[in-house]
């Protein structure tokens, strides 16, 4: 496969106040696509993740979104990558590979002591990038979201003793 037209694009931080290329619609389709983990995320909530990830990765050919990857961090000590997919047709060509270290080496990634990511059947690929196998470190907490957001009022007033 040529890939040569293939564009990875660092999207802008939302902190920096300008429009990023990311289409949504896009974006879900490829995860019903090609993240079984990622089966039924909404639009709006995707919005929301995206907004809040310092490092977001996209690729494209030409108008189709062809991969996605994004990653929290603190800029020192620990970031985590998140939600990497490519759309099946495209795999077996490097372009994972790839959009892993476009990730790594964004400035909010690049220079923390861990990168941490959670994988379920693809360990074999992300040691072959580096990543290592780490049973001690992983724990997981299934929050229940509250039916109703609690007013922030509310929760400063019985932070205040009130």
């Known amino acids: 496969m040529d890939c040569r037209h293939i564009e990875f694009v ?17 974006l879900q389709g490829l995860f ?9 995320r909404k639009i709006e909530d995707l919005q929301i ?8 990765v996209t690729v494209w050919d030409n ?18 990558i998140w939600d990497v997919v490519i759309h099946p047709e495209y795999r077996g060509a490097g372009l994972g590979r790839k959009l892993v270290e476009t990730v790594l080496i964004h400035p909010q990634v690049n220079r923390v002591e861990r990168v941490y990511l959670m994988t379920t059947y693809q360990q074999s690929f992300y040691e072959r990038i580096g990543f290592e196998y780490n049973s001690s470190t992983t724990m997981v907490l299934h929050n229940q979201p509250l039916a109703a957001p609690v007013p922030v009022t509310s ?7 009130a």
């Open 10 to 26: 660092n999207e802008v931080s939302p902190q920096e106040n300008r429009t990023s290329k990311i289409d949504y619609y896009q």
């Open 32 to 40: 019903r696509l090609g993240a079984f983990w990622a089966q039924d």
């Open 49 to 56: 993740a995206i907004a809040n990830s310092q490092a977001v």
């Open 63 to 80: 108008q189709k979104l062809i991969g996605f990857a994004r990653a929290n961090s603190d800029g020192v000590y620990r970031a985590t």
């Open 155 to 161: 929760l400063q007033s019985q932070e205040l003793g």
